[in-house]
């Protein structure tokens, strides 16, 4: 049965559009995990546009199931993860003019560097995810790095508007599962995945742990955190 990390980013885009305290990302952790989340995950961004590095120090102390860090894989953010050591780290690419998340690492390109910054946090005692587009030549790379993970990147999935097109996608989706998990590694998905299009996803099998975090947050400001949470994690179960 597969897991499920709310990403809690955009509680904190909420409260920089304002410039105060509320509402309080530590906070909404906290209800996830009380509705039965089984992670949090937060992206601590170089430009620092929603999650503050006061935020990561919090949550280190007060979450209680899993905290999975993402972020870029520069000097500063691994200094602050190792110091942090949160479960888990997941790199990511970042653009600064981008909204969200656009695509998945170029493993195979930035292998030199990325194998460094592997190993420092594995030696940290910190476990590793790679979040990649759905190619086993990504795949592979990531494994040959030591990265004990990847993460699935949907994104082109959850936006495609042709059925054809979608289930093209959804297929990539299924061929990346089996390959890492052929690899012996750890096999997370997400991005772009929403209470409508997350079961077929669910239904390939062989995903540990869906991390899935504004379209939580968006029914959330409807119907409050921990109902949110509640529906989003009947689904991922498969129940």
Wanted: hydrophobic share 40%.
């Amino acid at each position: 049965m597969a897991k499920l990390g709310v990403n809690i980013d955009h509680v904190a885009t909420i409260r920089q559009a304002r410039g105060g305290s509320e509402p309080d990302p530590v906070t909404a952790a906290a209800l996830a995990e009380l509705a039965g989340a089984d992670g949090i995950t937060v992206h601590l961004r170089e430009d620092r546009r929603h999650i503050q590095d006061r935020d990561v120090e919090l949550l280190r102390k007060t979450v209680k199931t899993s905290l999975n860090l993402e972020m870029a894989a520069t000097e500063e953010m691994v200094g602050i993860a190792l110091r942090l050591v949160p479960e888990t780290v997941t790199l990511v690419p970042e653009k600064r003019q981008e909204l969200t998340t656009e695509g998945g690492l170029d493993v195979l390109r930035q292998s030199q560097a990325l194998k460094h910054q592997v190993a420092r946090l594995r030696d940290g005692g910190i476990a590793v995810s790679l979040f990649v587009d759905p190619d086993i030549e990504q795949i592979k790379a990531g494994h040959r790095l030591g990265a004990d993970m990847i993460e699935i990147h949907t994104g082109l999935y959850c936006e495609a508007l042709k059925e054809r097109q979608r289930r093209l996608e959804l297929d990539k989706i299924g061929t990346a599962i089996l390959a890492g998990s052929k690899l012996g590694m750890g096999v997370n998905a997400g991005h772009g995945l929403d209470y409508h299009n997350v079961s077929a996803v669910v239904s390939l099998g062989g995903i540990e742990e869906f991390n899935i975090g504004h379209s939580i947050v968006s029914r959330a400001v409807l119907v409050g955190m921990e109902r949110a949470v509640r529906e989003m994690a009947h689904l991922v179960r498969g129940r």
